[in-house]
């Protein structure tokens, strides 16, 4: 199974900060990697698919980017609303897994 | 619209089973791969396993063979996810999830509310 390192695991960032989460894969994976959004109590919102690809209604200061084994999700200016935990996820082959999560926290 | 919608949560005893449903709704049921993930208190996400709706074929994670059992019923929309031998970190919450794909990636717009079960003696 393709494993994926996410890091930072946790961080703390002010409203306005530029904020950076990777993941690394196992094996390359392509593009076929996709970012969602969590918070307490409900499931997974998707942000980013295929690496790079904004989900419909996903604010514009989210992106994505990588390809191969290196993934990043960067948010532009973070948000009162972005304070919430991160997944990576494959979807290259069988079994799909995720990154262990970034807890973004208010500093 | 697009529309999951989870069974109640559960209590189970160790050593029975749980079979919770996921009602669909709002697009052709059969047109779309169904996913389980779960998710332990306090922990990450994980995946279970995948049915084709259609023709009813599924594929589990290693770590629930044997155990595991997805179905369907298609004239309901419904999804089902049974799991056996249940053990204490079995306690989880656990999702569906519709797969839509643009060619080769995929992902996962739509989303169950969740269903907890809880193992305990």
């Known amino acids: 199974a393709v494993q994926m390192t996410q890091s930072p695991s946790s961080l703390s960032a002010s409203v306005g900060d530029r904020v950076t989460i990777t993941c690394r894969a196992s094996q390359d994976i392509r593009n076929d990697l996709g970012w969602y959004q969590q918070k307490q109590g409900k499931a997974p919102k998707l942000l980013i698919y295929?690496?790079?690809t904004l989900h419909s209604g996903v604010p514009s200061r989210f992106s994505g980017s990588g390809s191969g084994t290196d993934f990043t999700l960067t948010i532009s200016s973070l948000q009162p609303e972005d304070f919430a935990t991160y997944y990576c996820?494959?979807?290259?082959?069988?079994?799909?897994?995720f990154g262990q999560g970034t807890r973004v926290e208010i500093k | 619209q697009v529309q999951l919608v989870q069974s109640g949560a559960e209590v189970k005893k160790p050593g029975a089973s749980v079979k919770i449903s996921c009602q669909a709704s709002g697009y052709a049921f059969p047109a779309y791969y169904l996913h389980w993930v779960r998710q332990a208190p306090g922990q990450g996400l994980e995946w279970m396993g995948i049915?084709?709706?259609?023709?009813?074929?599924?594929t589990y994670a290693q770590t629930f063979q044997g155990r595991l059992t997805i179905t369907r019923d298609t004239s309901t929309s419904t999804l089902y996810m049974e799991l056996s031998s249940l053990r204490s970190d079995d306690t989880a919450v656990y999702f569906c999830?519709?797969?839509?794909?643009?060619?080769?990636?995929?992902?996962?717009?739509?989303w169950g509310q969740g269903t907890l079960v809880t193992v305990s003696s």
């Open positions: 999830a519709r797969r839509d794909c643009i060619g080769s990636p995929c992902y996962f717009a739509y």
């Open positions: 049915i084709n709706p259609s023709g009813g074929s599924a």
């Open positions: 996820l494959q979807d290259d082959n069988y079994p799909w897994t």
């Open positions: 295929a690496a790079s």
